[in-house]
């Protein structure tokens, strides 16, 4: 199984990105998936879930409002769109994707099995 990120990059405050996460070697559509990242020095959080079918999200505080994330099952991706974003959402994100199937997403590490390599996403004052 691999998940491959992309979409990070450089913007300015209030701007927006979407990530993308494409998994090969096995049926995406059956897993939750999340989007978590990692700034300097700090642990990983979660940002934000999915479960399999798509019909629940999960998001932080921090990401309510302004972080939406989607997935096309057909596609084997996740997405996670990112608006007005600020400096502190400056970090490394992670997708990630869970090992059995039919369960619901979750903000802890731990729970995931499977991980992409992560997508620098750098914002700007």
């Known amino acids: 199984v691999q998940l491959q990120a992309s979409g990070g990059g450089l913007v300015q405050a209030g701007g927006s990105l979407r990530l993308s996460c494409a998994v090969s070697g096995r049926a995406f559509s059956l897993y939750a998936a999340g989007w978590f990242r990692q700034a300097p020095g700090l642990e990983r959080e979660f940002v934000a879930g999915?479960?399999?079918?798509?019909?629940?999200?999960y998001y932080t505080d921090r990401a309510q409002g302004r972080f939406s994330i989607s997935r096309d099952n057909a596609e084997n991706t996740t997405y996670l769109q990112m608006n007005s974003l600020k400096p502190e959402d400056t970090a490394v994100y992670y997708c990630?994707?869970?090992?059995?199937?039919?369960?619901?997403?979750?903000?802890?590490?731990?729970?995931?099995?499977?991980w992409g390599q992560g997508t620098l996403v750098t914002v700007s004052s």
């Open positions: 999915i479960v399999w079918s798509g019909g629940s999200t």
């Open positions: 990630a994707a869970k090992g059995r199937q039919f369960s619901g997403t979750s903000s802890s590490t731990g729970d995931y099995e499977y």
